[in-house]
Structure formats: structure tokens, C-alpha cells
């Protein structure tokens, strides 16, 4: 079975630049995550999605921050204008539903120079 | 706010060499504690859940432990493909989301 399928894996932009990372869940699983880990802070969830609505995007740092589940299948996270101090690895992870347990995907590393 | 502290933050062992990973946690309304494993350039990958104090769940050389406080994942006669970063995680209340600690970086040497 294939697992959360995440692109790109790596991305290098330059500051301002305009990122878009994208997401796969597995089939069946309808509740979407997106967490970013960074050596200082750790995994840090930024928004779910359960049957593609948005339920809790309290973590999502700022407005330059933004993710879209337009189907069941897919899911993006947006950062524009990027910042250096968006520089991190990016995680999606799904579940069967919001309370079992989540699989996560290989994520992005994002640099912004 | 949910905090969960891991301790410590890095162990070397040698290879059959054992010992126990700790994850205290401060929530309230514990409904699950997740341990995961990641490797260098991957992502985390689920070993086990616990739902209350008292429970055990193993796994090959690795078994978890759950109080009220704290959780154990004793790692029994360690190998060298042991080496991962070990993370826990909590969920708690009625959030979905898991909290993290900062993970313990295990090392095993031959």
C-alpha cells in the first residue's frame, strides 16, 4: 500500500518567492495534517483538515501561511511571500478519521534563502 | 497547554547494552500517547499507542510503558538498526492534534 506521498521533497527559493507544497493521503483516511519541524521547536502541527474542511488552523503562523484539501485525495500548503525563517521540513499525515492514529509522509525540506 | 518533555535528549549505547527512554507529559484529559520513530531524512513512523495507565505494548526488542505521568519505551538488547530518533506524542481533551516532544536521539555502537 503506498504510504502519504509528499513533493516536492526538497525545495530551495529565495526569499519572497512564492512555495507551494503538496500532499497525498493515504486512500480511505479522511483527516488530513500538515506539521513543520524545525530543530528549535520541534514537530509543530499547523492545520488539519477532516472530509477536506479546515477544523483547527491555529497553528498556522501567519497569513503568508495558507492550505487547501480540494478533494480527498489532495492537499496543498501555500507560503507566499516565503521567508528565511520558513526554512524547515514540511510533514503531511493522515488518518483514518481525526482521533486514530496518524502515518506520515517522507515531508519537504524547504530552505528559503 | 499540553507539554510533553523528553529525557534524554541524546543516548549512546552499545549494541545488547539496555535501557529506557522517558517521556513525561502534563495534560489534561490524556487520550492517547503515541511513540514514534524517525530516521535521518524521513518521516516519523508509528510504533505503538497507550490509552491508560497501566498498559504495556511491545515490539520486537522495544516495549512502552504508561502512568499517569510518564511514559517508558525500554529498549531491550539494542541494536545498531535501532539508531532513530524517538519521539513522543500526546493527544489530549477533544484536539486532534498531536503534541510532540522533542524526541531522545538514540545511538547504538557495536
Known amino acids: 500500500d503506498a504510504g502519504v506521498i509528499q513533493s516536492p521533497r526538497h525545495e530551495v527559493t529565495e526569499m519572497g518567492q512564492e512555495v507551494t507544497l503538496r500532499c497525498k493521503p493515504i486512500s480511505g483516511h479522511n483527516s488530513l495534517f500538515w506539521y513543520r519541524q524545525t530543530m528549535m521547536r520541534g514537530l509543530e502541527l499547523l492545520i488539519y483538515?477532516?472530509?477536506?474542511?479546515?477544523?483547527?488552523d491555529s497553528g498556522m503562523p501567519e497569513d503568508r501561511f495558507s492550505a487547501k484539501m480540494p478533494n480527498a485525495s489532495f492537499s496543498t500548503l501555500k507560503i507566499q511571500p516565503s521567508e528565511p525563517r520558513d526554512s524547515a521540513v514540511y510533514f503531511c499525515?493522515?488518518?483514518?478519521?481525526?482521533?486514530?492514529?496518524?502515518?506520515f509522509g517522507p515531508g519537504t525540506r524547504l530552505l528559503v534563502l | 497547554e499540553d507539554q510533553v518533555t523528553q529525557s534524554p535528549e541524546a543516548l549512546r549505547l552499545q549494541e545488547g547494552e539496555s535501557s529506557s527512554l522517558n517521556c513525561s507529559y502534563t495534560?489534561?484529559?490524556?487520550?492517547?500517547l503515541f511513540w514514534y520513530r524517525q530516521d535521518p531524512g524521513k518521516g516519523p513512523e508509528f510504533l505503538f499507542t497507550?490509552?491508560?495507565a497501566g498498559e504495556e505494548k511491545e515490539k520486537e526488542r522495544l516495549k512502552a510503558t504508561l502512568t499517569k505521568k510518564e511514559s517508558f519505551l525500554h529498549i531491550t538488547a539494542p541494536k545498531p538498526e535501532d539508531s532513530a530518533t524517538y519521539l513522543c506524542?500526546?493527544?489530549?481533551?477533544?484536539?486532534?492534534?498531536?503534541?510532540f516532544g522533542t524526541g531522545t536521539r538514540l545511538q547504538v555502537t557495536l
Open positions: 495534560v489534561s484529559g490524556l487520550r492517547g
Open positions: 499525515a493522515s488518518s483514518f478519521n481525526s482521533q486514530e492514529t496518524q502515518y
Open positions: 506524542a500526546v493527544k489530549a481533551g477533544t484536539a486532534s492534534k498531536l503534541t
Open positions: 483538515f477532516n472530509n477536506n474542511v479546515p477544523i483547527d
Open positions: 497507550l490509552y491508560s
